[in-house]
């Protein structure tokens, strides 16, 4: 099996398959090479697709993408039956299954619909990444020790040519689409769809609007309706994965000083003061006093609690800054809860508690390590692999000015130090030119992930001019 690609949509379902059929898993279906859906999760269709495990030497066997297809409706309101919309939530390496099992019946409900588009955020001024307490290079030797391990175990279980790890880079997923695209003109959903059915309709989301480009760059003759949203510049994905990364995620953070401001003290129990730079004062007060470079120099006993209770502090803010409308909410108690612990000396309790919402901020909570380093190591023609700390330190500088919890942002990158496995294909380019449609790219002005400045230059100077993007605002009223 190849790392699931995800696949949403949209296609008439008889409903006698729907209706009579046990739910299936994954394990229980057979690779068919002709698209056959059977019933899973509720709601959910799942199909197994045969692909070339190799595109360059088909005597290599098969390989199988996992599908699962939230399917349109019967007589939509919307209109006509489109045809089938392919989604890839980035990662690199997110499972799609899963993103189109969470998000589908949501992408579902948008699609064709405006975008809204809230207010300004205004950052509070003076939160920057410099001058704030950081982590000890155990955290980085962590990573690295844990992307060594997995590494070599996939080259010893899967580093082989008729296995799946040289087979796992954006190039080849590209061709999986072409494969998943093939196989659905031929069936009948494929056959009557409004849009051409050879075309891939996608929507791709940060490192998936690396795969969307491949896509769009390899064959800019099938590139059908596609958006991709948080855009990230092809060049940098392949050379410093890192770099300009995590540039706007302290004003996302400053976000919650200002909406916690704003909220009062009756939805906003953090609320103290009388502007937001006084709740983030608030904020400061406590996270300064987690350093445990100090306490390490100084040859505190508490150095390791420090370091625990600073990285799931920063690991933990991670999460409200990609989902604010999920996490802002509980926010305020996780501070609320921050400085009782200091005060009465319980930061590993506090630590044990947060981590448990947010995830312990070590390798083990590391989703799916082989998928990601899989796909983003090769794609950079393991550049990083063998290199030591020592050559990450420009770019772990970099992350830090960046944002006060910049660093915690290099764990993708530090697993590369350990993944040898070399893929069959890569593509590195050239990137852009004009495709039979216009693609559209979408960013937010506060992205903690990608930043905005690259929507513009990547858009409509990357790739043609007749593109179209629209910037939007993460923060609506409803905050
Ligand atoms: C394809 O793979 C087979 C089996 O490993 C090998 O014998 C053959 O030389 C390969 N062909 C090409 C063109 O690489
Ligand atoms: C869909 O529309 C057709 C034609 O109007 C009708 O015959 C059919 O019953 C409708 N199906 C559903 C599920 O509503
Ligand atoms: C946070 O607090 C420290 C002192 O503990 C201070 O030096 C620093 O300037 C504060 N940061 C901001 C952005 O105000
Ligand atoms: C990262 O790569 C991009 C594109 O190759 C380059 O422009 C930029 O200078 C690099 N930044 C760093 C910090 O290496
Ligand atoms: C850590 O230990 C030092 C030295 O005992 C103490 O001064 C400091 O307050 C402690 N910090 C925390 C956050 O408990
Ligand atoms: C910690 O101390 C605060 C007062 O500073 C107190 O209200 C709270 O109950 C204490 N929490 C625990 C868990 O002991
Ligand atoms: C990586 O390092 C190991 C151990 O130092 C060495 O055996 C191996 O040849 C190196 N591989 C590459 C590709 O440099």
């Known amino acids: ?23 299936y898993t994954f394990q229980q279906i057979k690779p068919s090479k002709t698209l056959k859906w059977h019933p899973c999760n509720p709601g959910f269709l799942c199909a197994k697709l045969s692909v070339p495990l ?34 890839n939530p980035g990662g690199p390496g997110a499972s799609g299954v899963e993103e189109a099992f969470t998000s589908g019946p949501l992408i579902q409900s948008i699609i064709g619909s405006n975008w809204d588009v809230g207010k300004d955020v205004n950052p509070v001024t003076g939160l920057k990444g ?4 950081r982590v000890t290079d155990e955290f980085y030797e962590e990573f690295i020790e844990f992307g060594r391990e997995v590494g070599k175990e996939c080259e010893e279980r899967s580093g082989g040519v008729r296995d799946a790890g040289p087979h796992m880079s954006t190039a080849t997923v590209a061709r999986d689409l072409i494969s998943i695209i093939d196989a659905f003109a031929l069936t009948p959903d494929g056959k009557r769809s409004a849009k051409p059915s050879n075309l891939l309709n996608y929507y791709g989301i940060s490192d998936g609007t690396f795969l969307g480009q491949a896509f769009a760059s390899m064959f800019p003759s099938q590139v059908g ?3 991709l949203d948080g855009v990230v510049d092809p060049a940098g994905y392949l050379t410093n994965f890192t770099s300009a990364s995590v540039s706007h995620l302290d004003e996302l953070l400053a976000a919650f000083f200002v909406y916690c401001h704003e909220a009062g003290s009756s939805k906003c129990a953090y609320n103290t003061g009388s502007t937001p730079k006084d709740i983030f004062n608030r904020f400061n007060a406590s996270f300064m006093q987690l350093d445990p470079r100090k306490a390490e120099s100084e040859g505190w006993s508490n150095a390791t609690e420090l370091q625990d209770a600073l990285l799931t502090l920063k690991v933990s803010l991670l999460s409200p ?36 919402i947010f995830g312990s901020p070590g390798p083990a909570n590391y989703k799916s390590p082989d998928w990601r380093l899989g796909t983003l190591c090769s794609d950079q023609n393991n550049k990083w692999y063998n290199k030591t700390l020592e050559d990450l330190r420009h770019q772990l500088k970099a992350l ?36 039979e449609t216009p693609i559209l790219f979408v960013g937010n002005t506060y992205d903690g992930a990608t930043p905005i400045e690259k929507l513009v230059f990547v858009c409509c100077l990357l790739w043609s001019e007749t593109n179209i993007y629209l910037e939007c605002d993460i923060v609506s009223e409803e905050l």
């Open 400 to 435: 830090k000015e960046q944002s006060i919890i910049g660093e915690v942002w290099s764990m993708a990158v530090l697993g590369c130090l350990g993944w040898g496995v070399k893929a069959e294909e890569i593509f590195e380019g050239p990137f852009g030119g004009v495709t």
């Open 130 to 133: 410099r001058g704030v307490a």
């Open 225 to 227: 309706n596609v958006i």
């Open 54 to 87: 190799s595109y360059q030497n088909h005597s290599l066997g098969l390989a199988s993408v996992p599908l699962l297809k939230y399917p349109a409706t019967t007589n939509s309101s919307s209109g006509p039956y489109q045809g089938m919309l392919l989604l």
């Open 321 to 356: 800054a990609h989902s604010p409308f999920e996490y802002f909410p509980i926010i305020p108690q996780v501070l609320l809860d921050l400085e009782s612990a200091l005060q009465n000396q319980t930061l590993s309790s506090w630590a044990l508690a947060t981590g448990a």
């Open 1 to 23: 099996m190849k790392f699931p690609l995800f696949l949403v949509f949209s296609a008439f379902i008889a409903a006698t398959t729907a209706n009579t059929s046990p739910p």
